[in-house]
């Protein structure tokens, strides 16, 4: 059965009350992509997890929000390919938009920062997919498939 796995990965499109600001990360000491802004939060899918309990961990792990698994609104997925290593990846999208207290980056070994960034004046070094992910829940495209051909 080993043949028919596809690691799943989960990310938070964070916004702010007026949704014309996303909370973005800056990865560090990760291996992968270091220096460059991820979305707010990000981590693979668990063995018995479902996509938004994952996220709801990922949320406490590292930003300190407690966040219910159902709060969480479904943006998009991506089936994605990534070339450097040719590994498929199945990447849930969710949004969160109502939640209590301040993201604090409890993951200092791979979070150098954090900061809002308007969605009309994005970082030049947000990693590609993520500002796929981005453009997909502002144009309401729920789902995409990248690095396939």
């Known amino acids: 059965m080993d043949r028919y796995k596809t690691t799943a990965a989960v990310f938070a499109l964070i916004m702010n009350k007026t949704h014309d600001r996303i909370l973005l990360q800056k990865r560090v000491h990760t291996g992968t992509k270091d220096g460059f802004y991820d979305l707010g939060t990000a981590g693979h899918v668990e063995d018995g997890e ?4 994952a996220l709801s961990r990922e949320l406490k792990e590292e930003l300190g929000l407690a966040v219910k698994p159902e709060s969480l609104a479904f ?3 991506m089936h994605k390919r990534y070339q450097d290593t040719n590994t498929p990846y199945f990447n849930g999208y969710f949004i969160l938009d109502n939640y209590r207290g301040e993201p604090k ?4 070994h791979k979070n ?3 900061i809002w960034a308007s969605l009309d ?4 070094n947000l990693i590609a997919d993520r500002k ?3 453009k997909n ?3 309401h495209i729920s789902y995409v498939e990248d690095g396939w051909h």
């Open 132 to 134: 796929v992910a981005i």
């Open 137 to 139: 829940y502002l144009e």
């Open 75 to 77: 943006s998009s997925i």
């Open 105 to 108: 980056i409890l993951e200092p």
């Open 121 to 124: 004046n994005l970082p030049e």
């Open 112 to 114: 150098a920062a954090l």
């Open 50 to 53: 479902s996509m938004r309990e």
